[in-house]
């Protein structure tokens, strides 16, 4: 007697669940990739901003973001003290916060100002160099990154906070406190369009900030 031939357990072809699931998959990967496209050209245009004429707000809003993100690292100085790696004079301000340089990243030493560059258009200038603690000197991994600003005429900084553990806080165009950050930092700048300025203030508070302690004020 013949045995029947088993029945195969698949089949070919697919089954209507499968191609319901197919043409889902395919709605939702058309409907996700035109916003995807969309995102990376807005990132792509802001980046072309940078180096653009109208350079200018879009540059000072990154250095803004960046420049409150400074940590109160602290350094043993020659004389004995600790002192934070932040100073600032009116025209320039070097500290220190997370970030990448090339393909690495951690703490990275940001210095940073308004300069001129050899056909005389303002540029602001920013150099970045990978923290490292234990180095001394040179640290490495460093870049600089110049941005074009030709409507910007002047960049000026101001900084508010104690001084030292026997003052009160106050503006100043200068920072040389040996152990606390600022409380703010105020950015000003001037812009020429034409014939019309603009001052622009921009008040940046570094979420780091600590006021000293009653001890240290004593």
């Known amino acids: 007697m013949n045995a029947k031939p088993a029945r195969g357990t698949s089949e070919c072809g697919f089954t209507l669940l499968e191609l319901l699931v197919t043409l889902t998959l395919i709605a939702l990967i058309a409907a996700v990739v035109p916003s995807l496209v969309r995102m990376a ?4 245009r802001f980046a072309g901003d940078l180096t653009r004429s ?10 803004a973001d960046q420049l409150s993100e400074a940590r109160p690292i602290k350094v043993l100085g020659d004389d004995g003290t600790r002192r934070v790696l932040f100073s600032g004079t009116e025209t320039a301000v070097s500290f220190i916060a997370p970030g990448v340089v090339g393909s690495s990243g951690g703490l990275v030493k940001y210095e940073l100002g308004l300069t001129n560059n050899r056909a005389g258009i303002p540029v602001l200038a920013l150099s970045r160099a990978i923290y490292d603690g234990e180095a ?8 600089d990154i110049r941005v074009p600003m030709p409507a910007t005429r002047q960049l ?3 900084y508010f906070g104690p001084q030292d553990s026997d003052t009160s806080s106050t503006w100043s165009d200068h920072w040389d406190a040996a152990d606390i950050l600022p409380q703010l930092v105020e950015i000003t700048t001037v812009t020429t369009r034409g014939w ?4 622009r203030r921009v008040i940046v508070a570094l979420h780091h900030f600590e006021p000293p302690s009653p001890l240290q004020r004593r």
Do not use: K
Request: no cysteine; glycine share 6%.
């Open 41 to 44: 050209g807005r990132s792509v």
């Open 54 to 63: 109208h350079s200018d707000i879009p540059a000072l809003d990154s250095l």
């Open 136 to 143: 001394q000197g040179e640290q490495p991994a460093s870049s």
């Open 156 to 158: 000026a900084f101001r």
């Open 196 to 199: 019309t300025s603009q001052t």
